[in-house]
């Protein structure tokens, strides 16, 4: 079942392009949207007909943020299951339209209030800010559809569990339902805020916002929400780029355990979000910052289990020396090259995530451009350009082309754009936050006060890294248009690696279900409830709705 002509079934390639198809619809506007902000960022430009920098760095964060990344996620979950635990049943595929469908509505209804000017309230929409409630409903819908095309992927690996009763479930099966475990906890948090709170206050039901709960339900969410989006990257590197670079996989334990370890973790530490709101305990903080070091370790474990795939690879085909291994990787191949700069990238943009999660220098950072930087690094370069490097064998395999030496020198030249023009935007971004420039704000002199005329010089360089970026957009829509309805028609492998001879056999407990969410859910709650009982037993009378663009 594993060999390399095993084809994603045509009904299933549909419903995962579906996704794709939206997604990169996303990439597109909210591309556009990036551009126009470093422009207006540089001073050197005003955005015509009185629109907002605020509506369109909203647009921005939710199309990239929230709507390319889980489109392109649960499209790609849906065809690693299919390939790997075999065809989809109708019920599930039917599911999965379902879910695909209400992200869909959901999406447009969002886009529509935020682009009429109603909820320029930024992606993460903190309250007190306060959007027209249909934005909130649209959010909902697409949670909603969200969790039906998770429980689809659950019904199809309980039913490979079924048929083949005391196996280990193929690695790409499992990864997509570990990542949706851990999307269905972390996501209850920010149904409860946008369900409780938010709608009710935006409808006018209720007049006043407990700020502090919501921003921490939020939180809840936000920090396993990144890594919801690093999970089906983290796929890419173990399970399929070994079969790309003509390797094996180091372990499949190891890689199992790494991505049990996110469930654990990655959700208990949402307090790393708020280390100088007021309100939490210094206690609680420590505690969650202490369980973020924690959620380091499975992406140290990655770091490592990557270099040793690489090396062992290199060193089978004679590579002698400490690196004399990087010489043998297919640097001429888009589908490794994307993702190891993306892997590259992820060695400083972690360091970053370090500094963030220390509380001392979090003071120093918080709340200015540096952490713009930070996610610019982790979101915008390591997991999108793996999912880039993914189109380019993905979208080919399920529309039945192939992708031609012309684009593939092209995707290598997108690479490269990406990475100068991310070097320029995303170090500018780093600097500036270190001189206190902040994030979420529209250019400002501030009265031509000298501090902030210090930070000019790196708004353009933002603004010149920002158009190389908006480039490798044009870039990669060119391919990915090609290889959905242009490239030769021909078959494209689905990589799928298998592990090398010398690994250990991989042990049953990594699906041992109750186990791992039983003490995902202790963690949670110790690291939630007292402080969250803090919070509603001190709260303050709460706050009105603002509408501040
Ligand atoms: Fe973060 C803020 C801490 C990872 C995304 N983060 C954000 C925000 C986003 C985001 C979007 O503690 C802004 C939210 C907002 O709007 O306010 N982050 C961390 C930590 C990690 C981390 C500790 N973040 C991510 C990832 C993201 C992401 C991943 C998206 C995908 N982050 C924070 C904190 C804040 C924050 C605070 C709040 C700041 C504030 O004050 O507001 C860690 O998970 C990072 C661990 C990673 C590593 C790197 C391992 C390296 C690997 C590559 C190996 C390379 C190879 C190739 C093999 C330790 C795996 C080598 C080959 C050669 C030849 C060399
Ligand atoms: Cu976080």
Known sequence: MMNGTWKVDARDGKLAMAHIYVAFVALALGGLAGLLQVLVRSGKFELPAGISYYTILTTHGVLLGLVLTTFFIIGFQFAAVSRTAGTLSDRVRFWGWVGFWLMTIGTAITAF??????????????????????????????????????????????????????????????????????????????????????????????????VLVSRTLFWYFGHPLVYFWLLPAYMIWYAIIPKIIGGKMFSDSLARMSFILFLIFSIPVGFHHQLVEPGIDPAWKYLQVVL???????????????????????????????????????????????????????????????????????????????????????????????????????????????????MNRLAI??????????????????????????????????????????????????????????????????????????????????????????????????????????IAVVLILIAYTVPFIDMIQNAPPGSKGFKLW
């Open 113 to 210: 209030y935020i682009l009429i000017g109603e909820a320029s309230v930024l992606y993460t929409f903190y309250a007190p800010l306060q959007a027209h409630a249909g934005f909130y409903i649209g959010l909902t819908l697409v949670v909603v559809g969200s969790w039906i095309s998770g429980f689809a992927m659950f019904a199809h690996y309980a039913k490979w569990k079924k048929a083949h009763p005391g196996q280990v479930s193929p690695l790409l099966t499992f990864m997509p339902v570990v990542n949706m475990v851990l999307w269905l906890i972390c996501s209850l948090g920010v149904a409860a805020t946008v369900l409780f709170q938010l709608i009710p206050w935006s409808l006018g039901y209720v007049d006043r916002i407990n």
């Open 292 to 406: 973020t070091f924690m959620v380091v370790i499975p992406s140290l474990m990655t770091a490592f289990s990557m270099f040793a795939t690489f090396e062992m690879y290199g060193r089978s085909k004679g590579a002698t020396g400490l690196f004399g291994w990087l010489r043998k990787l297919p640097w001429g191949d888009a589908r490794f090259f994307a993702p190891f700069i993306g892997m590259l990238f992820f060695i400083p943009a972690g360091a970053g995530g370090l500094v963030n999660a220390s509380h001392q220098l979090n003071q120093v950072v918080h709340n200015t451009i540096w952490v713009t930087g930070h996610f610019h690094l982790t979101l915008a370069t390591t997991v999108v350009l793996t999912f880039f490097g993914a189109a380019y064998w993905l979208i080919p395999h399920l529309t039945g082309r192939v992708m031609t030496k012309a």
């Open 413 to 518: 030249i997108q690479t490269i754009v990406w990475s100068i023009g991310m070097i320029f935007m995303s170090s500018a971004m780093h600097f500036a936050g270190l001189l206190g420039a902040p994030r979420r704000s529209a250019f400002s002199t501030y009265g031509d006060a000298p501090q902030a005329l210090e930070w000019i010089p790196y708004q353009i360089a933002q603004a010149v890294g920002g158009t190389i970026l908006f480039i490798g957009i044009i870039l990669v829509l060119i391919i990915v248009t090609n290889l959905a309805f242009f490239a030769p028609k021909g078959e494209t492998e689905f990589p799928v690696a298998e592990v090398a001879e010398q690994a250990e056999r991989t042990p049953l407990v990594f699906e041992n279900w109750k186990l791992w969410i039983g």
